[in-house]
């Protein structure tokens, strides 16, 4: 990870894409993508 955001940073910034903004946003901060729904679904299906 360390590699991608250095080579994310070495990019000119007018040419960076909304993902590329949004890793270098979210990189030294905790994140959580993780959808409870689907979480629930995968938990009723192991305890049937």
Same mark, same amino acid.
């Given at each position: 990870?360390? &590699?991608?955001?250095?080579?994310?940073?070495?990019k000119?910034?007018?040419k960076?894409?909304? $993902? #590329? /903004?949004?890793? &270098?946003?979210?990189?030294?901060?905790?994140?959580?993508?993780?959808?409870?729904?689907?979480? $629930? #679904? /995968?938990?009723?299906?192991?305890?049937?």
């Amino acid at each position: 990870m360390a &590699l991608l955001k250095w080579k994310i940073k070495s990019k000119n910034p007018k040419k960076l894409t909304s $993902d #590329e /903004i949004g890793m &270098l946003a979210i990189y030294d901060k905790p994140v959580n993508f993780t959808a409870r729904k689907s979480i $629930d #679904e /995968i938990v009723a299906y192991v305890k049937s």
